[in-house]
């Protein structure tokens, strides 16, 4: 940022001068500043010690200075043109006063003519050039400053506060933050009251599919329980006699994942098992639509109770959630339809099968 001193602003001969430093604990000098050092009150005889090189008559200016109605001779040089050597000689001059002045001031002091082409003096050149003040770094960025800039406003200092905060919307210095506006504060509730009916109408919609999910799966068990209570009044009552129940892994594990396909039925395919004790089995697997569990289980106790020469016996059952399967003895040679199809022609079959 660029800064300047104002007893120095439009005025190349204040009537005071007064001795000022820089707020190092909020400013720093840029690194492409340069001294400009002015003395007042010089005699003759100093000015004539001085070497050509510094071209006093082209950089020097009269004044008066401290109330004084005399003129006196003023003049201006970079201070790295001030050696030691000419120190001692400069110090019997009155006032000597040194001011960081920027690159583009510099500059400006060497024009001898403005853009018309008229000729400047050198102290009408050194009072643009001082307007035209330095370059600082402004270092108050901390957590405050981070804050301040949030809230809309930009970071500084003020004559009272070296900590401000600069307020565009009422063009005012606060000691931390700007203040919300009003239009700000309805917008956050607007803002605030349409999240929290998101939230509302998100949590509803979610109370209600668990509500659902919740009842579903009550159902499902009442009908398990339901079932269960099926089949173990099947078994009560049938005994001894009571085919055995398997899991539906068991009969995974029997048909070697139904490997061995037999045939398809109108209600389901029919696999070729092995039970643990060896023997060979026909397993019906049972599609999901066949009846509910207590027509399931109504069919396996009529089925048990049929007993014929010519009718396979049924082993055993599986019934676990919608998996139902009949396990039955293998036939080897295949349903009784085929073998008596196979031995008598095909319209006495017909009639048989008719009734």
């Excluded at 060497?110 to 003096?121: F, I, Y």
């Amino acid at each position: 940022m660029t800064t300047a001193r104002t007893d120095f602003w439009n005025e190349t001969c204040p009537k005071q001068f007064n001795s000022t430093t820089l707020n190092y604990t909020l400013f720093d000098y840029y690194g492409t500043n340069q001294n400009l050092t002015l003395f007042y009150g010089c005699s003759g005889e100093v000015l004539s010690q001085l070497p050509s090189s510094w071209n006093i008559t082209e950089q020097n200016f009269t004044c008066s200075i401290e109330d004084d109605n005399d003129k006196t001779t003023a003049f201006y040089v970079e201070e790295a043109l001030l050696g030691l050597d000419y120190r001692p000689i400069l110090e019997s001059c009155d006032i000597n006063v040194t001011l960081p002045v920027s690159l583009a001031a510099l500059d400006e002091l060497l024009k001898a003519e403005d853009n018309t082409g008229d000729q400047v003096s050198s102290g009408d050149r050194l009072e643009k050039a001082l307007n035209m003040g330095f370059d600082v770094n402004y270092g108050a960025v901390s957590d405050w400053c981070i804050h301040c800039n949030g809230s809309g406003g930009i970071c500084g200092s003020s004559s009272t506060n070296p900590y401000s905060c600069f307020c565009p919307d009422d063009n005012k210095s606060y000691p931390l933050l700007c203040p919300k506006s009003e239009s700000s504060n309805i917008s956050k509730k607007i803002i605030l009251a349409i999240a929290a009916g998101g939230v509302g109408i998100l949590f509803a919609i979610i109370l209600i599919i668990f509500s659902f999910k919740r009842r579903a799966f009550e159902h499902r068990l009442m009908l398990r329980s339901h079932a269960n209570q099926n089949i173990e009044e099947f078994v009560r009552n049938c005994g001894s006699q009571a085919p055995k129940r398997y899991s539906y892994s068991d009969i995974k594990k029997m048909t070697n994942s139904f490997k061995d396909k037999l045939g398809q039925g109108g209600y389901g395919s029919v696999y070729e098992g092995k039970l643990g004790d060896g023997r060979l089995v026909a397993v019906k697997l049972l599609s999901t639509s066949k009846g509910n569990s207590e027509e399931f289980i109504n069919e396996v106790a009529s089925i048990s109770r049929t007993s014929h020469v010519n009718i396979v016996s049924l082993l055993g059952f599986c019934f676990e959630c919608s998996k139902k399967a009949l396990i039955y003895e293998f036939m080897r040679n295949g349903s009784l339809e085929n073998f008596l199809c196979r031995s008598w022609d095909g319209r006495s079959c017909i009639k048989l099968l008719l009734g």
